[in-house]
C-alpha cells in the first residue's frame, strides 16, 4: 500500500507568488517524520524541511513552511515568494517509527513562470 | 570533498556486464542508503546500513549486491541486469537513530542504462 501520496504531477506559479504542494500519508505509527525534498535536474535531492509527529507548531524553513494537519494525515509544502529556481521536482517523504525505512511520493513538478 | 559523493554518474552497460557503483560520504554519518528511481515511479528504497550492517533488503534481486566496508562507503555491485533496471540510482547517508528526525542526505546519483 503506498504510504506517501501527492495527486498533483505538476504546478505552475507566478513569480513571487505562494505556491502549495499537497501530500498525504499512511501510518500506524505514533512516532515518525515528515520531509520534503527539492530534485532539480541535475538528479540531487536537497532537503528542504522536516516535521515530527509529535510537534505540535508546523515546521518552517526560510521560505518553506509545512502545513501539518495530523488528523487529516496531510503535510503540505507552501513556498512563499516563489523563484525561478525553485523550478524542481518536490518529493514528500516519511521516515517511519523504525528509523529504517523512508517513503517517497511520486512527486510534483513545479514551474516557476516569470 | 563534502557532502555525499557518487561515481561514476553516468554508466551504460550491457546485460552480460560487471560493474560497481561506488558511494561515499564526508558527513560522519553512520548510516547509509541505496535508492532506485525510476520515471513516474516513487523512490524505491533498496537497502540500508547501519553500522556496517545491512539492516534492510527490501526485496530487491540477487543481481543487486550491496556491501559496506566501512561506515563512510557504500557500493552497490551489478551482475545479469535487465533493461528494466535502467534507472537513477541515489545512494544517502544519515546517522542510524530510532529518532525520526534524523534526515537523510543525497549524493547526486549514478544514471544507469542497460542495453
Known amino acids: 500500500a503506498q504510504k506517501i501520496t501527492q495527486t498533483q504531477p505538476g504546478m505552475f506559479v507566478q513569480e513571487k507568488e505562494a505556491v502549495t504542494l499537497d501530500c498525504t500519508y499512511d501510518t500506524s505509527d505514533q512516532s515518525y517524520g515528515l520531509f520534503w525534498y527539492k530534485q532539480p535536474s541535475s538528479g540531487e535531492m536537497i532537503f528542504l524541511i522536516y516535521q515530527g509527529s509529535y510537534d505540535e507548531q508546523n515546521a518552517t524553513e526560510g521560505r518553506y513552511s509545512l502545513n501539518f494537519q495530523k488528523a487529516r494525515k496531510s503535510a503540505n509544502l507552501v513556498i512563499s515568494a516563489s523563484q525561478l529556481g525553485d523550478s524542481a521536482m518536490y518529493f514528500c517523504a516519511m521516515r517511519d517509527g523504525t528509523g529504517n525505512q523512508f517513503y517517497f511520493g511520486t512527486g510534483t513538478s513545479l514551474t516557476v513562470i516569470p | 570533498e563534502t557532502g555525499v559523493t557518487q561515481t561514476p554518474r553516468h554508466l551504460v552497460m550491457g546485460m552480460t556486464n560487471k560493474k560497481s557503483l561506488k558511494c561515499e560520504q564526508h558527513l560522519g554519518h553512520n548510516a547509509m542508503y541505496w535508492y532506485k528511481q525510476s520515471a513516474k515511479k516513487p523512490l524505491e528504497l533498496m537497502f540500508v546500513?547501519?553500522?556496517?550492517?545491512?539492516?534492510e533488503n527490501n526485496s530487491v534481486p540477487s543481481r543487486f549486491s550491496p556491501e559496506c566496508p566501512n561506515s563512510s562507503h557504500l557500493f552497490l555491485h551489478l551482475h545479469t541486469l535487465q533493461p528494466e533496471d535502467s534507472a537513477l540510482y541515489l545512494c544517502?547517508?544519515?546517522?542510524?537513530?530510532?529518532?525520526?528526525?534524523?534526515?537523510?542526505?543525497f549524493g547526486p546519483g549514478t544514471r544507469l542504462l542497460v542495453l
Open positions: 544517502a547517508s544519515s546517522q542510524a537513530s530510532l529518532r525520526t528526525q534524523e534526515t537523510q542526505y
Open positions: 546500513y547501519n553500522f556496517k550492517e545491512q539492516t
